[in-house]
């Protein structure tokens, strides 16, 4: 990655010196080796701080709502499943794509203490779905694991996968890293942040009122979820979200045909568009309004 690494460098440089960006989104080495964070570069010379390794799993493209104020085109390093986040930032006028250079940066899996990153177990490929330029590599990602964990959900009876969530759900401390990171959670204002609401930022409970801080959040995502993974990596008690979001993805396939959030910017998600086709959700399979996640 060394040299990929290098490449990134002089690129960005260059990309400075012909005055096209003025700051970079990208990452810098943390506090140990696989901790690469986040980090906004506002100068050339910090330009020499930036890394670019198998640690460097944080999608940025969350990080762009903010840049949007600012004047000048901003710089971001987005590996190919990043650009869907980008894509879905894009089609809800989050971002201005005018105001963003992408550079897509290429990745053979990436991993952390543990090991190879969980959403890197269900690559989406190397196809980047939207760039400005991409830097070239022989780098290949991981080749699709199934964790088989949704057919285990799927095979339970309703009170076994009620308990289940019960069990995961409670475990919650309610730090938000989950919807901070989310690309598909970018409302200005969060319900969850508004004192009158009479549920903000509750402390953990075992009232089954504090589990439905995912459900919404799994229902708020509906349909624009890219499946990027991003809440369960950064999720401290290690609560398995990503099933929660892959439940909604898989009735809204089965009732209204596959649908990739993110893959393209002008496309509507079924839940924002209305077909005359659509059909009646007690129709699909027998199936009653109400999703048994």
């Given at each position: 990655m060394?040299?990929?690494?290098k490449?990134i460098?002089e690129?960005c440089?260059k990309?400075w010196?012909?005055g096209?960006?003025?700051?970079?989104?990208?990452?810098?080495?943390g506090?140990?080796?696989y901790?690469?964070?986040?980090?906004?570069?506002?100068?050339?010379?910090?330009?020499?701080?930036?890394?670019?390794?198998?640690?460097?799993?944080?999608?940025?493209?969350?990080?762009?709502?903010?840049?949007?104020?600012?004047?000048?085109?901003?710089?971001?390093?987005?590996?190919p499943?990043?650009?869907?986040?980008f894509?879905?930032?894009?089609?809800?006028?989050?971002?201005?794509?005018?105001?963003?250079?992408?550079?897509?940066v290429?990745?053979?899996?990436?991993?952390?203490?543990?090991g190879?990153?969980?959403?890197?177990l269900?690559?989406?490929?190397?196809?980047?779905?939207?760039?400005?330029?991409?830097?070239?590599?022989?780098?290949t990602?991981p080749?699709?694991?199934?964790?088989?964990?949704?057919?285990?959900?799927?095979?339970?009876?309703?009170e076994?996968?009620f308990?289940?969530?019960?069990?995961q759900?409670?475990?919650?401390?309610?730090?938000n890293?989950?919807r901070?990171v989310?690309?598909?959670c970018s409302?200005?204002?969060?319900?969850?942040?508004?004192?009158?609401s009479?549920i903000?930022?509750?402390?953990?409970?075992?009232?089954?009122?504090?589990?439905?801080?995912h459900i919404?959040?799994?229902?708020h995502?509906?349909?624009?979820?890219?499946?990027c993974?991003?809440?369960?990596?950064?999720?401290?008690?290690?609560i398995?979200l990503?099933?929660?979001?892959?439940?909604?993805?898989?009735?809204?396939n089965e009732?209204?045909?596959?649908?990739?959030?993110?893959?393209?910017?002008e496309?509507?998600?079924?839940?924002?568009?209305?077909?005359?086709?659509d059909?009646?959700?007690?129709?699909v399979?027998?199936?009653?309004?109400?999703?048994?996640?």
């Amino acid at each position: 990655m060394h040299a990929i690494e290098k490449t990134i460098k002089e690129t960005c440089k260059k990309l400075w010196d012909n005055g096209e960006v003025n700051r970079i989104l990208a990452w810098e080495k943390g506090l140990f080796d696989y901790d690469a964070a986040p980090a906004l570069f506002r100068s050339r010379e910090r330009i020499s701080r930036l890394v670019y390794n198998e640690h460097c799993g944080v999608n940025l493209s969350k990080f762009l709502i903010k840049e949007m104020e600012k004047e000048g085109k901003v710089l971001v390093l987005l590996k190919p499943c990043d650009t869907y986040g980008f894509n879905q930032l894009l089609s809800e006028n989050r971002v201005n794509r005018e105001k963003v250079f992408i550079l897509g940066v290429p990745c053979g899996g990436m991993r952390d203490e543990k090991g190879l990153l969980f959403k890197c177990l269900s690559c989406k490929g190397n196809d980047f779905k939207a760039f400005d330029q991409i830097i070239e590599s022989d780098l290949t990602v991981p080749a699709p694991v199934p964790s088989g964990e949704e057919e285990k959900l799927n095979q339970m009876t309703a009170e076994e996968r009620f308990a289940y969530w019960r069990g995961q759900l409670s475990k919650c401390i309610r730090c938000n890293a989950c919807r901070n990171v989310c690309p598909a959670c970018s409302c200005i204002k969060c319900v969850f942040d508004n004192r009158d609401s009479g549920i903000e930022a509750k402390a953990n409970s075992d009232a089954f009122e504090e589990n439905l801080f995912h459900i919404i959040r799994a229902f708020h995502v509906a349909g624009r979820c890219t499946d990027c993974g991003e809440c369960s990596r950064v999720c401290p008690q290690n609560i398995p979200l990503y099933l929660l979001n892959r439940k909604m993805i898989e009735e809204i396939n089965e009732r209204y045909g596959t649908y990739q959030a993110g893959e393209n910017p002008e496309a509507k998600s079924p839940l924002t568009e209305f077909k005359e086709s659509d059909p009646e959700v007690s129709a699909v399979n027998g199936k009653g309004g109400v999703s048994e996640c």
